[in-house]
Structures are given as structure tokens and as C-alpha cells.
Nanobody, 130 residues
Framework: QVQLVESGGGSVQAGGSLRLSCVVSGFPFSSYCMGWFRQAPGKDREGVATIKDDGATDYHGSVRGRFTVSQDNTKTKLDLQLNNLRLDDAGMYYC????????????????????????WGQGTQVTIST
């Protein structure tokens, strides 16, 4: 059974940085998509950054150039570096793994909506202040 445990959330001033980490266990797949999603109060959950088994990545347009997703060689740790944080970056951040073959989710897993066939972590809160 796949388990995801996030850490690294917290409170930071606008313009600051955070690094989120996710430890992945029980992961049997060689073809996969992993990534980070977020949900702000009153809004739908949205994809932030995704990474495919071939190393290709994809980012939400609002975070491109500011956030960086990475994973270690063992595929058991997924990180998200958040730089130059803005007020609208606040929310609950979730680590996720798709249970679908990555080949059908496009380059960098850009077609992964997270609405189904997805395993989630418990989330970690990111709060941004002025």
C-alpha cells in the first residue's frame, strides 16, 4: 500500500521560501507520476508541480520559475522548493501519486488532474503573511 507523508509547511512572509518534502513508501511502480497539489480555502484543489518517471516536469503557470519539484534517485522522497512566495500561494499542499500509467498522462504528467486514480498524503499547510 502506497503511503505519502509530507513535511516542511509553515508560515513565511511574502517573498520568502519554503521547502516541502514527501516520503513515499510502498511504491511498486516503474511507470508513474508524482507531484504536488494545493487547495486554498473555498477553491478547488489544483496541480502545482508534477514529475514523471522519465524526469520530465510540469508546473502550474502561476508557479513556473518560482517552484521546483525534484525527487531522489531511490524515488522515495519528493521535494518542492517554493521561492518568492506570494499571498495566493497559501493553502494546504498535498503530495500525490497517480495510479495510472504515466504514458497516458502526457509530458511531465501535465494531464494529471488528481480527480481520480490518485493516492494522497495528509497535506501540509503553507501560510503566507505580508
Amino acid at each position: 500500500q502506497v503511503q505519502l507523508v509530507e513535511s516542511g509547511g509553515g508560515s513565511v512572509q511574502a517573498g520568502g521560501s519554503l521547502r516541502l518534502s514527501c516520503v513515499v513508501s510502498g511504491f511498486p511502480f516503474s511507470s508513474y507520476c508524482m507531484g504536488w497539489f494545493r487547495q486554498a480555502p473555498g477553491k478547488d484543489r489544483e496541480g502545482v508541480a508534477t514529475i514523471k518517471d522519465d524526469g520530465a516536469t510540469d508546473y502550474h503557470g502561476s508557479v513556473r520559475g518560482r517552484f521546483t519539484v525534484s525527487q531522489d534517485n531511490t524515488k522515495t522522497k519528493l521535494d518542492l522548493q517554493l521561492n518568492n512566495l506570494r499571498l495566493d500561494d497559501a493553502g494546504m499542499y498535498y503530495c500525490a501519486v497517480s495510479r495510472l500509467p504515466s504514458i497516458i498522462l502526457g509530458r511531465g504528467c501535465r494531464n494529471w488532474s488528481g480527480r481520480e486514480h490518485t493516492t494522497w498524503g495528509q497535506g501540509t499547510q503553507v501560510t503566507i503573511s505580508t
